[in-house]
Nanobody, 124 residues
């Protein structure tokens, strides 16, 4: 069974940077999409960034140009810069098996595994 463990959240001022990490334990699928989602009390869970088996990436409009998703070995990363108060949320790592690419639509029901989340708070 795959376990996902996020870390790296914290509190920063607007304009600052954070890098989130997700340790992927027990992973052995040849095809996958690994993604970051976020959820705040005021909003539904939303997809932020994803990376596929072929290295292709995609980003939500709100993240494009400011966030970078990458994967090295068994760790997924999300580098976040130029953070804004509206980026405040709980950030979740998620994995979807059997596909080579992530897809827009960010249907959370299609993801097979989720981490427990790491909180990011951006103050103005």
């Amino acid at each position: 069974q795959v376990q996902l463990v996020e870390s790296g959240g914290g509190s920063v001022e607007a304009g600052g940077s954070l890098t989130l990490s997700c340790a992927i334990v027990g992973f052995r699928f040849p095809k996958y999409c690994m993604a970051w989602f976020r959820q705040s009390p005021e909003k539904e869970r939303e997809g932020v960034a994803g990376i596929g088996t072929d290295g292709s990436t995609l980003y939500a409009v709100s993240a494009k140009g400011r966030f970078t998703i990458s994967k090295a070995g068994d760790t997924l990363y999300l580098q976040m810069s130029e953070l804004k108060p509206e980026d405040t949320a709980m950030y979740y790592c998620a994995g979807r098996w059997g596909v080579r690419k992530c897809s827009y639509g960010w249907n959370s029901e299609e993801y097979n595994a989720w981490g427990q989340g790491t909180q990011v708070t951006v103050s103005s």
